[in-house]
């Protein structure tokens, strides 16, 4: 009797397995490979990888938290990665190529294009997207992305292994795509400095090189409970608005940089950091985490004059920054930092 038992189990196991197999190898001829570019759900995309005929190169990988990290050592712009993951999903082929232009565009291919490589977690075994058993990593996707079409309505690319380019493209997107396969580092990372809620905030302080009477810490013990304290004096505050303090800790979401200064010769940026910065910002997480921010004032352009025709030495409306741990320059905009470059009498100020 346990004999015919085990018989039955193994029987259907491989009934199961059966259908299975069957199931997803028909799932799997549905679009041809060649053809089949777009993914169906990027939720299970695990990075992807670009390359272009200079060696250059980007990873872009999901991290446990769910934030993405750019070559295993910058934060990546959400911005960037969820423009890319959209475009992974909508992208259709427009047109197959005509068997004259073929060939041309082949060649065009080989001599300037972007690698693209996808990979995502799948199963072993994906019964009816309900029973999933053994997850892994695999390379779903290789191909290459080519320059636009004449039109600028779509874009060349061409499955790995196959000899049939496609003009693709995204269903009412007056453009191409092209441009958003980038191999350019910079076009990849985060241009977050601060971006914090208040709850998660300990302590700020700034100190202002050439109007120290103005710079000041803040401590916060929670419940609405803060110490505002003059850094030249060492005193707290007797009386300060509550209200402008937590204004000025929701200031801290999202203060982003311009751009990373790529191309500034060695003796500028000595110049540059060699000099008592203008301010230091200094953030202190609840949880401990430390982020010191240097900024300097940056020549103006020249030929920079005011309103009176003199001639402007300090730029309006830039100036060069550094966050500590890094050899960077990035530019930040007064416009971005002003509502946080407040002096310690603001706080003394009641509101409006």
Not at 207 to 219: A, K, V
Not at 339 to 344: A, S, T
Request: aromatic share 12%.
């Amino acid at each position: 009797m346990k004999r015919n038992y085990l018989r039955i189990l193994i029987t259907l196991l491989l009934v199961i397995l059966a259908v299975i197999l069957l199931f997803n190898n028909r799932k799997g001829t549905l679009r041809s490979k060649e053809n089949d570019f777009a993914v169906s759900d990027t939720s299970n995309i695990t990075r992807f990888f670009f390359a272009d005929k200079q060696n250059r190169t980007v990873k872009i990988e999901r991290m446990e938290d769910g934030s993405w990290r750019l070559n295993d050592k910058y934060e990546a712009g959400m911005d960037a990665v969820n423009t890319m993951l959209k475009t992974f999903i909508s992208i259709d082929i427009k047109t197959p190529l005509a068997k004259a232009a073929r060939n041309n565009i082949i060649r065009l291919l080989s001599a300037k294009s972007v690698k693209v490589e996808i990979y995502q977690r799948v199963y072993r075994i994906d019964l009816f997207g309900r029973i999933r058993l053994f997850p892994h990593e695999k390379r779903t996707k290789t191909y290459y992305v080519g320059d636009a079409t004449q039109d600028n309505m779509g874009t060349y690319m061409l499955m790995e292994g196959s000899e049939e380019p496609y003009v693709l493209y995204i269903p009412g997107l007056r453009g191409f795509v092209a441009t958003r396969y980038s191999t350019r580092e910079a076009d990849w990372r985060s241009h977050s400095i601060f971006n914090s809620r208040l709850s998660d905030i300990r302590q700020i302080s700034i100190e202002y090189s050439q109007t120290p009477e103005h710079s000041f810490s803040i401590l916060n013990n929670g419940n609405r409970n803060f110490v505002v304290t003059s850094l030249l004096t060492s005193k707290p505050l007797d009386w300060f608005d509550t209200l402008k303090v937590i204004n000025y800790f929701g200031s801290y979401r999202k203060i982003n940089f311009e751009v990373v200064v790529s191309d500034l010769p060695t003796v500028k940026y000595d110049s540059v950091t060699s000099v008592t910065p203008t301010f230091v910002i200094t953030l202190i997480t609840q949880s401990g985490e430390k982020k010191v921010l240097k900024a300097w004032r940056r020549k103006a352009p020249e030929g920079d004059i005011d309103v009176e025709g003199n001639p402007i030495e300090w730029d309006r409306d830039r100036m060069y920054a550094r966050i500590e741990g890094t050899n960077e320059l990035v530019v930040i905009q007064y416009y971005v930092f002003d509502p946080i470059l407040r002096p310690l009498s603001w706080f003394t100020e009641p509101s409006v």
